[in-house]
């Protein structure tokens, strides 16, 4: 089994590809060399986000960020936006002093106009040993940014990742999670588990709770990392558009590292913005393509018996998805969705290219 990914491509046409450089609310003409990941690392806090058409929600982001008792050392926003909407609305933020000590913006098209790219690029801009992802669509609860990095702080002998809790998703496991226990797509409802047959346990099961919880991956709407571990690791550029899956795979290679933790005082809200996202047939086919491409490259001690589990757990899952239909409302999303999930599997069994269709 091959743990590696393609090599990253965020050197590739830098300079042409970087559309525009503010830093501290100013324009530099002059677009800068990318750092040197050999450098090294202070103790800090970066904090990341990388936006794509979602101006109102990555300016809500930001009227939260001033609210924290933890001011970040850098802030970068990688922006790959086709317009300049979101770029026009960041350069003339009233309080851009207020986000953190030095505050970096990029729009970028081209080689890193995905999100495993974009993200590879903004670590490329991270000189503390600290750095955290959020969501453009992300709203930050008191104390979410130290209550994160504390947990690193006190346990940074084992810890390489954290996430901050969810609390806008907190809820119980609906009738479809119930239904795939039942049938046993998933062995059990353990929140932030990977099973065996591919399918991970969301979070956002997980009660409220003032502790820190272990679990094997990390949510990609807010997650930190310990830097100089993936500087080394990195996202997954094979992974491309909206890169449904680059959070699980992500923290599969990282879990390798040490361990991940969710922290239980660490608040925010995720509140979905539908901008920027492909059609429901374009996440379906991506969203099973990248978790098969995780599932042979990522499960510890993968068998012939796991492929089945995981043929057996997604297959079942699209049929559970298609008795949809019988609920009114959405009908052709979720048709899109079956579709885009069948497509895949019409592609594994003909050996065709698993390349995304359009639809």
């Known amino acids: 089994m091959s743990a590696s990914v393609t090599e990253p491509r965020v050197d590739a046409r830098h300079q042409e590809d970087v559309l525009t450089f503010i830093r501290n609310g100013v324009r530099v003409q002059d677009i800068p060399e990318l750092p040197d990941e050999s450098a090294p690392l202070r103790q800090g806090l970066t904090v990341c986000i990388c936006t794509f058409k979602r101006p109102d929600s990555c300016i809500r982001f930001l009227d939260s960020l001033p609210q924290q008792d933890l001011k970040p050392d850098r802030l970068v926003i990688v922006d790959a936006s086709p317009g300049d909407e979101t770029e026009q609305r960041i350069a003339s933020y009233p309080r851009l002093a207020d986000l953190a000590h030095e505050v970096c913006y990029f729009r ?165 913005d539908k901008a920027g996202r492909p059609n429901s047939f374009a996440i379906a086919y991506a969203g099973i393509q990248n978790a098969y491409d995780i599932h042979q490259r990522c499960l510890e001690n993968r068998t012939f018996l796991d492929t089945l589990r995981f043929i057996y757990a997604f297959g079942l899952d699209t049929v559970l998805r298609s008795l949809t239909f019988v609920r009114p409302g959405q009908m052709k999303r979720r048709w899109n969705f079956v579709r885009g999930r069948t497509m895949f599997f019409v592609d594994r069994f003909l050996r065709r290219d698993s390349k995304l269709k359009s639809g």
């Open 108 to 272: 970028v098209r081209g080689a890193f106009q995905t999100l495993t790219c974009s993200r590879n690029f903004a670590i490329r801009w991270v000189e503390t040993d600290l750095l955290v992802f959020f969501d453009d669509d992300i709203v930050l609860q008191p104390r979410c940014l130290s209550e994160m990095a504390q947990v690193y702080r006190d346990n940074q002998d084992q810890v390489v990742g954290v996430n901050a809790h969810d609390q806008q998703g907190v809820k119980s496991p609906p009738l479809l999670w119930r239904v795939r226990r039942l049938f046993r797509i998933v062995p059990h409802l353990k929140p932030g588990t990977y099973t065996r047959g591919g399918i991970s346990v969301p979070w956002v099961f997980q009660p409220p709770t003032e502790s820190v919880v272990q679990g094997d991956w990390l949510s990609g709407c807010a997650m930190m990392w310990k830097t100089s571990v993936i500087r080394e690791v990195k996202f997954n550029e094979n992974f491309g558009g909206h890169s449904t899956g680059e959070d699980l795979d992500i923290s599969l290679r990282m879990a390798r590292h040490g361990k991940l933790m969710m922290a239980g005082k660490a608040h925010v809200l995720h509140l979905p």
